[in-house]
């Protein structure tokens, strides 16, 4: 019997991780980024991208790691279609400024067409109620660099021009994480 609670206790704290993000219907905190889109650094602020529509806003763990690549790439493909949605893509990691204006330009990944932006110490990950872990030490990402911060869980808010949250999307692969979000911006879209 002890067997069974101590392996369903770990899949317990990960569903309790996975619904401590803010919920649908809640407001979005506000906050200004040090970001990069194609390689060049600007400073994103939410409030200002609401202005011209909804803003997928997704969290990552870090630039250049498997899923990140996936997902990052897959926003990349489908960009046209958000932007036809009206949407406004960001992706939010606690990589420095420099790890993203290299991942933003990467033809691989973000193509210089996804904007992300750097929340070094997790500041903005803990206002939408995210889950941060520490660095790992020795981690390496996939061109072999040492990855030396800390990552958030894998976690996309779309939030509409009123500063709301539409939907929450968490536990969900990297690219079926994309879809949802274009599903979601896309009714978003057509409501109005």
Do not use: W
């Not at 040492?146 to 990552?151: A, E, F, M, Q, S």
Request: with cysteine; proline share 5%; glycine share 8%.
């Amino acid at each position: 019997m002890k067997k069974i609670r101590l392996s369903i206790l770990p899949l317990a704290l990960v569903a309790a991780s996975a619904v401590a993000a803010l919920k649908d219907g809640d407001t979005a905190p506000d906050f200004k980024a040090p970001a990069s889109l194609a390689g060049k650094a600007f400073n994103f602020v939410l409030k200002d991208a609401l202005k011209k529509g909804p803003v997928v806003l997704y969290f990552y763990p870090s630039a250049y790691t498997n899923g990140c690549n996936i997902q990052a790439h897959t926003f990349a493909v489908n960009y046209d279609k958000f932007k036809a949605a009206g949407a406004t893509v960001i992706g939010v990691s606690q990589d420095s400024i420099a790890r993203l204006n290299d991942f933003s330009a990467d033809p691989e990944y973000c193509a210089g067409k996804v904007a992300v932006a750097s929340d070094e110490g997790g500041k903005i990950s803990k206002a939408y109620d995210l889950s941060v872990r520490e660095a790992s030490p020795g981690k390496k990402d996939t061109r072999g660099q040492d990855i030396d911060h800390g990552y958030t869980e894998r976690t996309t808010f779309i939030v509409t021009p009123d500063g709301k949250i539409a939907a929450t999307l968490g536990g969900l692969a990297p690219a079926t994480n994309v879809e949802k979000a274009l599903e979601a911006v896309q009714r978003i879209a057509a409501q109005r």
